[in-house]
Every structure is written in C-alpha cells, then in structure tokens.
C-alpha cells in the first residue's frame, strides 16, 4: 500500500487573496500530503466536482470575503449530494468567531482564523481524516 | 459501492475511487482491473509532454475542449512529481482546467510521481484503462518531461506531442536527449516569443538525426495557448496522427508492443513480489543477504537457486 | 572625525562588544548592524543623494514644506452594502474630519459582474459597496459636492467605467470634469501579481489603462489616473523592497505602454501616482519610503526624459498594513496601527489610510474606524513628527538602510528588465514566485518562535469571542437584484443596446479610445455588468497560472 492524504485547496467566490491559500497548501505539501490547488474564483459547483475527481480526504476552503456563510455551507451540501459524505472540510479566513457554531452545524470540521499556524492544521487533518 | 459496474455505468464516483484503488495499490485494485480490462482497449491516449512553464496545462485544456466540441467524453491525467523531501506534492494542473471542471463530459484526475521507481508508469496506464472503461473517447497524459519515468508514462501513449517554448535557453539541451526522439508531433508553444524560429531549426535538425519512424515525419506545430491561436492546425496534425495510426497498421504494431512490455513488467512483478515475499515471511531474504554480504555466497547462485525451488 | 580615527574607534568598540557578549548575549535573528556611524555611509553626498525637499530626487518629500503647510490628506477606505449606506459612512465621515473619500466596492462590482450575477451569490455588499449602474452611484454621492472633495476609488480592471460614472453624476451635480478631483487604482499588473481581480488578459488591460491615461489629459487634467500599487503585493507576502521593485517595474511597464500609444511623457507622468503600505518595522518602512521616491526619479529623469519636475515625483498613497492586524487581542491593533502611522508620516506620505483594529474579524464597525481616523489626527497634532520635513534624514542608520533598500531594489528591477519586464515577468510566474517565497518564510519564522507576534505567538491570553462586530444584511444581494430589474424595466433598453453595440465596435479597433464610448453607455444607465460584458465577449478572459 502507497496511501498519502490528498487535500484540495480551494478558494470559492471572487475574493482574490490567496496569501492565507497558497501557504498552508505549502505547508500541507511539506507535511506529506498530496495538494491540489485549484486557485482562486471557484464556484462551489467546481470544488465539489474537483473533490470528487480527485478522491481528496480533505476540502480546505479559504475565504476573505466575508461570503463565507454561503459559499461554505453550499460547498457542504455538493460534496454530499455527490455522495462524498466521508471527506473532511475545514474552512479558513476571515470569518467572526460568531459564525463558526453555524459553519460547524452546516458541516464544516474545524475553522481557522488569522494567527493559526500551519502546524495547527496539518495536526488536525491527521487527527480527523477519515 | 460496486466499483466495477459503477466504472462501466459511467459513475463518476466509481471512477475516482477505482483510481485511488489503483493509486494507492489497495487489495481490491487488481480485481477491479481484472473485471474492466476486457471493457478497454476503445479509446485514444494522447501524451503530452515538454519541459515546466511549456504551457502544457493551458495546451490540455484548449485540446480537451476542441474535442469536447466534436462530442467526444475526455479524460485527462495530469502527473507532477513528488518533493522527494517531504512525500508531498503540489498538484497545480487543474488551476487552467477550472473550467473543464464543470463539463460532464470531462474528468480529471491528478497524481504525484511518490517517487516509485518504474511502478508509476504501470500505475498510469492502469488509470488510462479505468477511464477507458468508464467510457472516455480520448485519455490526455500530461506529464512534466524532465526524467526517464516520464518518458515511460508516455509511452503508454498512442500519439506523444512534445511542447516546447523558445527561450528556454540551455535547458532545452538537457530536454532534447530524453524526449525529443519519442515525439510524434511537436508543439512550439507561445510562439509570439523572440526565439522561434531558432528552436524550430534546432527541431528540425534533431529530427534529421533521430528517424524515427520512414512512414510519418513529426510535423512541428505553433501555438499560443492562451489565446487559443494554432490549436485548430494542431487538431488537425492530431487526427492526421491518429488517421496514420489506424491506416498504416502501426496502432497495431504500437499496441501489441505495449502488451508486451505490460505483461512482462506485471510477470516480474507479480513473481518478484510472490518470491520476495515467501522468502521475507520465512526469514530466509534476510539469511541470504547476509551471507552475500559476507562473501559467503554469490547472489547469482543464490538466485538460481530460488528459481529451482520457486520452479519445482 | 578623520574615517581612519573612526575606523580604529569602531575596532576598539567592536573588541569591548565582543567581551561582553558571553555576559550580555544579544537576542537572535536581528538583521540590522549592531550600530551605524558615519563609516556605513560613505560617500554620503547631501545634495545628491537627499537634496531639498520639493526637488530632484525627491529623497526628502515631493513638496518643498510637507506637513508644515497642511497635513496629508486623512483618507479612510469605506464602503459596505448598499450606496445607501455607504453614503451615511462618507457623510459620517467628512463630519468627523476626514479630508477625502475613498471607496471600497464589492467585489462582483471589481470583477465587472452585477448584483443578480451567478458570480455573485454570497459577495454582493460584503467588502464593499456593490455599484451596478449610474442610479447606484448617483446615490452613493447623494449631497456630497463633488467639486469639494476628492475621491480614490479602489477599482482596476473596470476602472474605466467607475470613473465614468463618476463623470456622469459629477455632469447631474453641474460639475465639469475639469473639477474633479481624486484617483483610481486602475493597476492591473498588481492584480495579476497579488491581488486577483482581474478580469481581461494583459493586452486589452493596458489599452483600457493608457486610453484612460489620454481621456483624463485633456478631459479630466486634476484626476490621478493610475494609484500604481505596493500595498497589495506586501499584503500578499513581499518584503519592503521587494514591495517598490516590483512596483515600480510595473510603473516602468505603464509608462512604456503610454509612450508606445504616442503620449509625450509630460503629459501624463505628472498624473501617476503610488500606493505604499506601512508595516511594522519603523524605521525600515521610513527608508523605504524615501529609497522609492529617489529611485522614481532616476527612472523618470534617466530612463525615460521626463522633464516637469511633477513627472520625476513618486506622490504617494499609503495603508497601514492590514495583513499585521491580529485576530488575537484586536485592541492591540491600535498601538501597531499608530507606529505604522508614525512611519508613513516621518515617511512623506501625501495620504493615509489608517485601518481599524476589528479589521481581522471584520468589516469595522463605526466605532473603531473612529479611533483609526483619531489615530492620524493624534500623530499630526501631538506627536511633532510632522513638526518638520523628513525628520530622520542624516540618522546614520536610516541613510544606510535607505541605501540597501535602494540596491535591493535596483537589482530587482534589473532583473525584470532582463526577463522581458514586468508583464512577461508576471506571465512567467517570477514575481508571484518571489513573493510567495518570502511569505512562506515569514510564516514559518512565526510558526518557529523566529518572528514574535505580540498575542499570537507570545504573551497569548484567553479571549472570550468578540462581540459587536459589523455584520452586512445578507438581504443585500436581493436589494440590489431588484434596483437591477426595476432599472432594466424603466430605462431606454433600446438606447442601452445602441450605446454597448457602438462600444463593441470601438473595442474590435485598436485605434479607438473607448472611455468616451464607456461614458455613452454609463449615461444611458447601462449596468457595469453589460459594459464588462460586452469587453469580455471581445477581450477575452484572463486565466491565472500559479506556480507554487
């Protein structure tokens, strides 16, 4: 057996900062996990076909925008109604402690706000990948 | 879920995870491609490859859409090695296919090289076969050309495309040795740089050097991948191509000689990994390597040896 | 001091360092020497390297009295949701002292889509005010008399057409182009590099730029045409020197372009102007400043002939940094925001934008954009930095490091011009490579303890969730679909389409300068998203390659 973790990184929306995207999948690379990046001004549409072509265990979305609450949780829904219930997503950005408990509820593992280090992450993935 | 029936029912699911199965050599892998192997053999595998920044990505994508438009189900396995420090990989291909993503008629898969020594170019042509199966007209290889394993993945290939850019400099030295001579077509790319018809010439006097085939002399090709322009001359060399494949007998000849390297790369496998492992479990591997390394015995006695035993 | 005396006092001051070192070890990682004197600025010639203020090359601020006349304008970047709200913030703000507007759009209204576009679902009004046609803006300017103030907006790749409205209400208010005051950002090449809200390929973008360039040398002669900027690529990672390389290559490229389309340097140079940011480290953010307006001379002066000394001076914008705003303990953004202030006013910054401490939780709330504006008011006021022009001149150590930066830089930028300049640059990857590098290294010096970051990896507390952050109405995105479809219903739609046909024709030809086409079509309240929309049919679509 040759298992890796696989993990897509994505940025749904228009939001084009992906300083926050483009250093964690490094450090997700660095770790040992297997990243596809798929850049910025996804739709969720494209990063639930692109999660399910690629078989990743893990969904990292990342968000500055402020959108969060509806790109994330439709992200969610499309994973699901592709039949990839077993993949982990988190989610990361700008987003206000008080939304968290509803990401949380509509099916996003974990949230990262500003400040959390890269090993934080990767510990988490290891954790709860399925 | 039942992956073999999901592969040939056109499940997109079952796909994804027979590749993984594949991929990450799980049990069931070889079942699957038992069951699917007599389901293969229909479709057309282009390979691409070239040097990094050639535009090769942006190239699939204009390629894949052309055939799209004349209805025709694309699969596309996009290969970018492993950071040989950390096992991980960045897999940046599918950033120019976004687009691709949403057509039905499309599926992309990304792997990492994991740095296995030959077994990825088998494991490539297993996924090729997997999406044959799953019904896809044209499988697409794109591979980053810089070592031998990739040149191996694109052997696998019917029709190999060698993408190239003026302005690489030095590089191309490196490059020309390894890949030039299994290119079926050539690809300039981003030929509104200063360069071009330097590059087409030292092209050009490769080929005189290396011919390859008597019957088909790889036509060179400008395109600008970005904006679109020369992919509808480069549509054509690629039927042009094919239509020489299925006419000259040489698919035939190709295929066949595929086979062969196939079965004989599996048989060693399949009895080197029966041996190795008999002797591992028994404890004997261990005893062996050790007295060869004492000089005690030689290795090829040693392995006459096995044979006799295994061959008994 | 004869340098001999000094080079022998510095042995003997070295040798005493060194004995106490095992007794007084010093912290690590610190990347400036352990003491400037003369010796690090050798040849340091006054009249060459600083001169005086208001003249060639500008080290020492591009006006001859700087802050002594009147302070730097305190511009603070606002817009959320509607144009009906963000007018009250414009308002709020001018009440408050403010002395000039700058507006922030969504961004569907940055990337050329309206309200009711698939795109746009879930960033209708979130970062910004979404704009989708002439009606919108002629609210966002409700009572606010555009001859008075000045505007920045923050728009690129349809800046264009944002300007042009503007234009257009400024003509409902009975105020002439030629009296308008203020700056788009109008820098594509960043966007491409850093920033991501692009929407046509290179080619067409700096055609759209340089025909803007023309419209506004005769048509709107006070407008700053381009705000050519280094915020966004520090945001995205880069160092401070890496910030005005890349920077000012990609002004090199913009020059270029308007001289290749037959403008005389003169008349346009004067009109460009630059956006820097103010990040943590004082005293290098202050040589950075200063190494950048000498290096735009020279480039100005040398490379390309300017004459006017307008078109030798780097007039600049700056922003705080808001990538150095922690989500750990926001009330310490306030102390980070004023030192970044310090060094953009001990810097020569023209303006300022200070951020709000929320800011990487949030949108700010009114409240603590409050305190950013105070921020400003209190360094000009009270603190006596702005007391006197460039008050850190001749500190040894901000002259050397002046220097260094202006090295880095040149070597930056040599090697742009080697690659092809700065659009092939950013075609190849290099720069976003560059820039992605040094932000990996950043974060790991962080994540190692290397980097403290005072309340993230030191001296942490625990924090209870913060409460009273802005929140945009998510009913926004349905607000403005419906002004959409009321507008699409009353207006002349016949009009419409024979003002983006006339615009479709002018953009098959290269020759045609379409802002006065633009303009047309904004007056006939053709929405931003038909404008780009007909640009995007024939321009094409930009597709970004990263390289990791």
Request: charged share 40%.
């Given at each position: 057996m040759d298992k890796r973790i696989r993990v897509l990184v994505a940025k749904p929306g228009l939001d084009g900062h992906d300083r926050g995207a483009k250093v964690v999948a490094r450090a997700l690379r660095d770790a040992g996990f297997e990243v596809i990046y798929t850049g910025i001004r996804l739709t969720p549409e494209q990063i639930a076909e692109a999660a399910l072509q690629e078989d990743v265990n893990v969904v990292a979305l990342s968000l500055l925008s402020g959108a969060h609450n509806t790109l994330f949780p439709r992200a969610v829904e499309l994973l699901k109604e592709k039949g990839l219930t077993d993949v982990l997503v988190i989610g990361g950005g700008v987003?206000?402690?008080?939304?968290i408990p509803g990401l949380k509820a509509a099916g996003v593992a974990e949230v990262f706000t500003p400040g959390t280090p890269t090993s934080e992450i990767v510990e988490f993935i290891k954790t709860n990948v399925k | 879920m039942d992956i073999v029936n999901g592969v040939l029912s056109g499940s997109r699911l079952a796909l994804s995870r027979a590749i993984t199965a594949v991929e990450n050599e799980y049990d069931e892998a070889v079942e699957i491609m038992q069951k699917l192997y007599l389901h293969t053999g229909r479709a057309y595998v282009i390979g691409i490859t070239g040097p990094p920044g050639a535009g090769k990505s942006t190239l699939t994508d204009k390629i894949a859409k052309d055939f799209r438009r004349q209805g025709k189900k694309v699969g596309i396995v996009a290969v970018d090695p492993t950071s040989p420090y950390s096992g991980g990989a960045i897999l940046g291909d599918r950033i120019r296919m976004n687009e691709l993503t949403e057509d039905e008629g499309v599926f992309i898969r990304s792997m990492a090289t994991r740095g296995s020594l030959g077994g990825l170019s088998q494991k490539t042509a297993e996924v090729v076969k997997l999406m044959d199966a799953f019904g896809a007209d044209v499988i697409i290889i794109e591979t980053v050309g810089v070592g031998q394993s990739e040149v191996d993945i694109v052997k696998t290939a019917d029709t190999t495309m060698v993408v190239l850019v003026p302005g690489l400099g030095d590089d191309i030295q490196a490059i020309k040795a390894g890949i030039l001579e299994i290119g079926d077509i050539f690809t300039i790319n981003?030929?509104?740089?200063?360069?071009i018809d330097r590059l087409n010439i030292e092209i050009e006097m490769m080929l005189e050097l290396n011919p390859k085939e008597v019957n088909w002399r790889p036509p060179i090709n400008r395109t600008i991948a970005s904006k679109g322009e020369g992919i509808k001359d480069l549509m054509e060399t690629i039927a042009n191509h094919q239509q020489f494949l299925n006419e000259s007998g040489e698919l035939e000849v190709r295929r066949v000689e595929r086979l062969k390297t196939e079965l004989l790369a599996m048989i060693n496998d399949q009895i080197g990994r029966y041996v190795v492992n008999k002797l591992t479990k028994s404890g004997e591997f261990d005893t062996m390597v050790n007295s060869i390394q004492q000089r005690e015995r030689d290795p090829y006695s040693v392995v006459k040896s096995i044979l006799a035993s295994v061959l008994r | 001091m004869a340098n001999e005396t000094l080079k022998a006092g510095m042995q003997a001051y070295n040798a005493k360092v060194e004995k106490s070192l095992a007794k007084f070890p010093e912290r690590k990682n610190l990347a400036p020497n352990r003491l400037y004197t003369p010796l690090d600025i050798e040849g340091f010639d006054y009249e060459k390297d600083l001169g005086f203020p208001g003249e060639y090359p500008f080290t020492r601020g591009v006006q001859p009295t700087m802050y002594r006349g009147r302070f730097w304008t305190m511009r603070m970047y606002a817009g959320f949701s509607t144009a009906e709200e963000s007018n009250k913030r414009y308002r709020y703000l001018l009440e408050s002292g403010g002395t000039g507007l700058s507006v922030a759009f969504d961004l569907p209204t940055q990337i050329g889509?309206?309200?009711?576009?698939?795109?746009?679902e879930g960033e209708v009004g979130k970062v910004g005010v979404a704009i989708d046609s002439l009606a919108d803006m002629e609210i966002l300017f409700d009572q606010i008399p555009l001859d008075k103030v000045s505007t920045s907006m923050t728009i690129n790749a349809p800046a264009s057409v944002l300007l042009a409205m503007y234009i257009a209400v400024a003509e409902k208010q009975g105020?002439?182009?030629?009296k308008l005051n203020g700056t788009i950002q109008n820098d594509i090449l960043k966007e491409y590099a850093a920033r991501g809200t692009y929407i046509f390929p290179p080619k067409p973008s700096m055609r759209l730029i340089t025909n803007i360039f023309e419209f506004c040398s005769k048509n709107v002669p006070n407008w700053n045409t381009i705000s050519i900027s280094g915020y966004h690529i520090r945001e995205a990672g880069a160092t401070a020197s890496q910030e005005i390389a890349f920077t000012i290559a990609d002004g090199i490229a913009y020059v270029e372009a308007a001289i290749k389309a037959g403008m005389n340097v003169d008349d346009f140079a004067g009109r460009l102007s630059f956006f820097w940011n103010a990040h943590n480290n004082v005293l290098e953010e202050v040589a950075k400043f200063r190494a950048s307006r000498r290096i735009w001379a020279k480039v100005m002066k040398?490379?390309?002939?300017?004459?006017k000394a307008k078109s030798q001076m780097l007039r600049v914008h700056t922003q705080t940094a808001g990538s150095m705003l922690t989500a750990q303990q926001p009330d310490n953004n306030i102390i980070r925001v004023a030192l970044q202030t310090a060094a953009a006013v001990m810097g020569g910054t023209q303006s300022l934008h200070t951020n709000s401490k929320d800011e990487a939780l949030a949108l700010p709330t009114e409240d603590s954009v409050r305190i950013a504006l105070r921020t400003q008011q209190i360094v000009a006021y009270e603190s006596g930095l702005a007391d006197t022009v460039d008050p850190l001149a001749g500190s040894y150590y901000v002259e050397a490091l002046t220097n260094k930066i202006e090295a880095e830089a040149w070597d930056y930028i040599k090697k742009i011009d080697e690659i092809g300049g700065a659009p092939v640059a950013i075609e190849k990857g290099y720069i976003q490579k560059e820039i992605q590098d040094s932000a990996y290294k950043w974060q790991m010096e962080v994540e190692k303890n290397e980097r403290v970051i005072v309340g993230v990896n030191k001296f942490q507390i625990e924090e209870k969730p913060i409460e009273g952050l802005l929140r945009v109405d998510a009913s926004v995105g349905e607000l403005q679909k419906k002004k959409l479809a009321d507008l699409r219903a009353k207006r002349d739609n016949a009009a419409v389409d024979a003002k983006l046909a006339a615009l479709e024709a002018g953009c098959k030809?290269?020759?045609?300068?379409l802002m006065p086409l633009i303009l047309d079509a904004v007056r006939a309240y053709a929405t931003e998203g038909e404008i780009c929309g007909v640009m995007r049919k024939v321009f094409g679509e930009y597709q970004a390659h990263t390289t990791l």
């Open positions: 987003i206000p402690d008080a939304d | 981003k030929a509104d740089r200063e360069g | 889509y309206d309200s009711d576009h698939a795109m746009a105020v002439s182009a030629d040398e490379r390309f002939g300017a004459q030809d290269e020759n045609v300068n």
